[in-house]
């Protein structure tokens, strides 16, 4: 089985236009994030075409310390630099879990558990009895997690 | 209104594993100063060289303080303990 494919999904790019996603902070939606199983677990097909947090399934990482439906992100109300509008998240940390992940799903719990991002890990990454951080790139108009250009 | 070049991208995350431990001060220094400072590699390279020495000085300053804050916890730790009875708890603390 692949990992996931890192992608945008399709779906949540429609319903940026229903005005479905706020990503300000204070006063806009939870976004969590949630973790895939290791490569060989995932199912395939999960990439742009991914629509909804429900989807994950037995595709989710699971191991001692990690709940499902992963963890709220601290979002970073969206701003703009030049022509491109951006937001971000705080990093996060799985504190004292053991477990393989390839990669990971941002889903918006405020409307539906839709789905708004499939991240890729380069390869199966795993903790054991420790931390399994998640570094957000630098905010800005050439990095950030989410860019509108 | 979006113009014909315009896109949602998403851009990649780094991943940061430990084993049997938590993170120590440098790894969190690290993390820190990566989302305060970032340093193009197109950038001229007297500014770039510039740059990451700024960005290495930040990152001691961080190590410093980090390792202070977290010293600090684990003396109000030791203490809790050792008011409560648990000596042994706290003296395991101590050889952290």
Known sequence: ???????????????????LHNFNNPAGNTFNLALFADAATTAAGFGAATTNFSEMGGSEASGTGYTSGGAALTSVSPTSS???????FADLTFSTVTLTSSGALIY?????????????????????????????????????????? | MFGSESGVEV??????????????PEEVATLCVDRIISVSDTAPEPM????????ENIRQVLIHYMAMAAAGERTTLINKLAESGYEQAANILKEI
């Open chain 1, 1 to 19: 089985m692949p990992a996931p494919t890192q992608a945008m999904c399709t779906s949540f790019k429609v319903e940026l236009m229903q005005a």
């Open chain 1, 82 to 88: 030049g022509t491109t509008a951006f937001t971000d």
């Open chain 1, 108 to 149: 918006n719990v405020t409307n539906g558990n839709r789905a708004v991002a499939v991240l890729n890990f380069g390869g199966d990454r795993s903790a054991t009895a420790g931390d399994f951080v998640i570094q957000f790139p630098t905010a800005d108009a050439s990095n950030a997690i989410i860019r509108l250009t």
């Open chain 2, 11 to 24: 851009n990649s995350v780094k991943i940061l594993t430990t084993n049997g431990r938590g993170l120590t």
């Open chain 2, 48 to 55: 770039r060289q510039q740059a990451l020495a700024y960005k």
